[in-house]
């Protein structure tokens, strides 16, 4: 595997100017597959206004010239509280993306969690030797394929499993279906237009895109084009996915175990019960059931029903430091970022993803500096006031 870091770092000063740069690299239908949500994009939407429901009440005169961003996760210590999550087809907004963003990942000092269906497989992520890294998988109808999926993790020596529960139907993506990119590809001449005119873009990808596919299936599925593992995907994933799976996963998985996707108190409850090492609290970036909550806004019954007894990350609308603080505020442990981290790399490949950790570790900081706070352990609801003005800690 080549290994190919854009020496250029882009002049992004915000994960929003970030975004507007991914969106005047990338082909249209490539920017709106990461960019873009299921239906009305409403809890796309309500994922990044929620976090405007709460203002801090900053203790400037506890400040400290030093402040500590590192926090504890299973054993490893992360510089920073954000690690990076699942998102598929990663190859397809820079060569090699996955490696790229895993070694970027590395280089902060954070994890890198690999999707199930990224564009290499699994083993070649874990070749990259970027760690800690997870692995993110789906319950098929076929448990075997299930377990292997788990036991090629655990050879790859992944220091993590996540199972996510939310996808076993896939979201109703209406930009994707506007662009065509769908399975099978019905790009018109919009589209191709969209991709020529992209021309870095272009002469980037032009000897990748025929190896774009799922490269976690190719040999189980014995087919290696991308439009006949994706339509084969739908039929493997099981909707009666239950409790048994998880149980059955926990106990094939001798590692941490996290579910990614629960939104409800009582499944965090359930998810303890059953052994669960960690829970990320997640509407899967808004891409799958319209009209869901906003990850934020579960987030303090979850921190509640699970008492501190397990971690609780958090994911969906994250573009700020302060996004992270406020999480953190709330009772996360960590926070988790799926799109920032696409537009960083589409804009400059690793370098691009390095940045948008850099700014996100800056404006953390920042806050942090600000609010009078030094460490991360130091972060507690007491920082924080609603909109209804009714401040968070009890004591206040
Ligand atoms: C392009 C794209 C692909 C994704 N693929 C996966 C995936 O394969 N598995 C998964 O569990 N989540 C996947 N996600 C969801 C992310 O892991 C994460 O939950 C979400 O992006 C967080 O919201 P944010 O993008 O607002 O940060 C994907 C998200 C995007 C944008």
């Known amino acids: 595997m080549t290994e190919r870091v854009s020496t250029w770092r882009p002049h992004a000063y915000s994960v929003a100017t970030m975004r507007a740069q991914a969106r005047r690299v990338l082909p249209r239908p490539i920017f709106d597959f990461a960019d873009g949500g299921a239906e009305d994009e409403r809890t796309l939407r309500r994922n990044e206004a929620a976090f405007s429901a709460f203002g801090f009440l900053p203790r400037p005169l506890c400040g400290s010239s030093h402040r500590d961003l590192s926090i504890e996760l299973f054993g490893k210590s992360l510089r920073l509280p954000v690690l990076i999550g699942p998102t598929g087809l990663a190859g397809l907004f820079w060569p090699d993306g996955e490696c790229a963003t895993a070694r970027a990942a590395a280089r902060a000092g954070t994890v890198y969690c ?26 098929y109808r076929d448990r075997g394929f299930t377990r292997e999926f788990a036991e090629r993790a655990a050879a790859a020596k992944y220091d993590a499993l996540v199972l996510t529960i939310d996808n076993q139907l896939t979201g109703n993506r209406e930009r994707d279906l506007r662009n065509g990119f ?38 189980r599925l014995g087919a290696s084009d991308l439009k006949t593992l994706a339509e084969r995907m739908p039929s493997l994933l099981d909707t009666s996915l239950s409790w048994r799976d998880v149980d059955q996963l926990r106990s094939w998985w001798k590692g941490p175990f996290l579910l990614k996707g629960i939104l409800h108190p009582q499944d965090a409850k359930e998810a303890l019960a059953r052994g669960v090492d960690g829970v990320i609290v997640s509407n899967h970036g808004g891409r799958q059931l319209d009209g869901a909550v906003a990850a934020v806004e579960a987030l303090p019954a979850v921190v509640e029903a699970v008492a501190g007894r397990i971690p609780i990350l958090v994911d969906g609308g994250i573009r700020r430091g302060r996004d992270v603080i406020v999480a953190l505020a709330l009772g996360a442990s960590a926070c988790v970022i799926g799109r920032p981290h696409l537009w960083g790399l589409a804009v400059a490949g690793e370098a691009g993803v390095m940045q948008v950790l850099e700014i996100l570790r800056r404006e953390i900081d920042r806050v942090m500096g600000l609010c009078g706070v030094s460490s991360i352990g130091q972060i507690g609801p007491d920082l924080l006031m609603r909109e209804d003005c009714l401040p968070l800690h009890p004591t206040c």
């Open 114 to 139: 690999a999707s199930h269906a990224s564009v290499v497989p699994l083993e070649a992520i874990a070749a990259c030797e970027a760690s800690p890294r997870w692995m993110q998988v789906f319950v």
């Open 182 to 219: 769908t399975i099978p590809p019905r790009f018109g001449p919009a589209a191709f237009a969209a991709m020529a005119l992209k021309l870095p873009w272009l002469m980037r990808m032009r000897g990748e895109l025929k190896y774009i596919t799922f490269g976690n299936y190719v040999d």
